[in-house]
Nanobody
């Protein structure tokens, strides 16, 4: 079992930055691939970024490429999503997710554990 707790959401003006953190329980965090998803009102939950077990491989949705950076610290059981140059369309609830295995998947249904989500609101 893995428990995930997100933090760092909030209200920011367009062009600003936020840093989301996801703290994971358990002693085998290194064996999980991690992803960040987001869900805006009335829309499907979509993948934003993902990272392999050692951080060696990452994925970004086209909509955030060049603005967001995903990273992880296996010694601290944390995964970070640094979000820069935020846009109003980035407004959503952001979720951290974990999947057993060493390489990430883009498929939402393949993630085993989810955090409770953190709200990000970008004003224009």
């Amino acid at each position: 079992q893995v428990q995930l707790v997100e933090s760092g959401g909030g209200l920011v003006q367009a062009g600003g930055s936020l840093r989301l953190s996801c703290a994971a329980s358990g002693r085998t965090f290194y064996s999980y691939t991690m992803g960040w998803f987001r869900q805006a009102p009335g829309k499907e939950r979509e993948i934003v970024a993902a990272i392999s077990w050692n951080g060696g491989r990452t994925y970004y949705a086209d909509s955030v490429k060049g603005r967001f950076t995903i990273s992880r610290d296996n010694a601290k059981n944390t995964v970070i999503l640094q979000m820069n140059s935020l846009k109003p369309e980035d407004t959503a609830v952001y979720y951290c997710a974990a999947r057993g295995g060493y390489y990430y998947t883009l498929v939402r249904e393949e993630y085993d554990y989810w955090g409770q989500g953190t709200q990000v609101t970008v004003s224009s």
